[in-house]
């Protein structure tokens, strides 16, 4: 796997893993940084641990791409030691799809841009809008985390994730 500025880290194309029983409440804990999501998922932490290594390793950095708005979010999960972290390429296909003022690096992608899949949703949320959450994203959070197996807390989970969401649009 190739992106721009990333042609010496060590990418691989994580799609595969969203099948994984153990990655949602993987993701959502350490990418999300939901500290519920394996309540959520009734998963034990401990179990968890074995996982989580997955975005731990040094020498994988894991890519996620999501479609949004005709073009292509990667989501990099940047395990160096020293400096680990979450990055979100931007293609220009998602920055011309929002032409006003509503984006910036530091508010991320304006809202009415979020996937409506669930998967993609949760991927792609981090990456998405100013702290004023209209409420319709607060129930669309709750939808995608029942669709993708979360049993329980799923508005607990959901506010948790919109409240924690970190990154650096690139």
Not at 82 to 87: C, K, T
Not at 138 to 154: E, I, P, Q, Y
Request: aromatic share 8%.
């Amino acid at each position: 796997m190739r992106l721009p500025r990333y042609e010496d880290a060590p990418l691989v194309d994580a799609s595969g893993w969203v099948e994984d029983e153990l990655f949602w409440p993987a993701f959502l804990y350490c990418v999300g940084l939901a500290q519920g999501a394996p309540e959520a998922f009734d998963v034990d932490l401990g179990d968890l641990e074995a996982y989580l290594e997955n975005f731990e390793d040094p020498g994988q950095w894991p890519v996620f791409a999501v479609a949004v708005a005709g073009g292509t979010l990667h989501l990099v999960v940047c395990t160096m030691p020293d400096d680990a972290g979450i990055d979100w390429v931007v293609d220009e296909g998602v920055r011309a799809a929002d032409p006003g003022p509503h984006y910036t690096d530091d508010h991320g992608l304006p809202w009415p841009l979020l996937p409506s899949d669930p998967a993609s949703l949760l991927l792609a949320l981090p990456a998405f809008g100013n702290p004023d959450v209209p409420e319709p994203v607060r129930a669309a959070v709750s939808h995608a985390l029942r669709s993708v197996g979360a049993a329980k807390m799923l508005n607990e989970l959901a506010d948790d994730l919109l409240t924690h969401r970190a990154c650096l649009l690139m």
